[in-house]
């Protein structure tokens, strides 16, 4: 039984916005996923770090909307980098190869390394630190 992932909590971190992601990502909810994310692309910043640590099953649905958001961020001079995926869904990266269009990292901080923050819109610059943006 899938069980609805909480994506709706955003944050600033060095000129990005982090969106987290919790559960379960699979057809059930990818689709809700998919608007969550353009709309924290829209709302806040095309330059985006989705933190999957606490992501604890992810299906094709999943790795498409990835896929999905990867275009929609990219057509708005913007990308996605993934954050802390667990060993699971790191092997379902690499055998489909998605590692190679989506960089992933095992921090926050490593994932912002090197990346240019575009301007943050004024959504992200009022983000409380502790417990993102209120929705």
């Not at 969106?19 to 330059?47: H, K, Q």
Request: net charge negative; aromatic share 6%; hydrophobic share 45%.
């Amino acid at each position: 039984m899938s069980h609805q992932p909480r994506f709706f909590r955003r944050q600033a971190f060095d000129g990005f916005v982090v969106v987290f992601v919790d559960g379960e990502i699979d057809v059930a909810v990818a689709g809700i996923l998919a608007e969550e994310l353009e709309a924290s692309i829209d709302d806040c910043s095309p330059a985006m770090l989705v933190d999957l640590t606490n992501v604890t099953f992810m299906d094709s649905s999943a790795l498409s909307t990835l896929i999905r958001v990867h275009k929609y961020a990219g057509s708005r001079e913007g990308g996605i980098r993934l954050v802390g995926p667990n060993a699971r869904v790191s092997r379902l990266l690499e055998i489909t190869h998605l590692d190679h269009l989506l960089p992933v990292h095992d921090t926050i901080e490593a994932a912002a390394e090197g990346l240019q923050p575009p301007e943050l819109t004024d959504t992200v610059k009022q983000a409380d630190p502790v417990n993102g943006v209120a929705e």
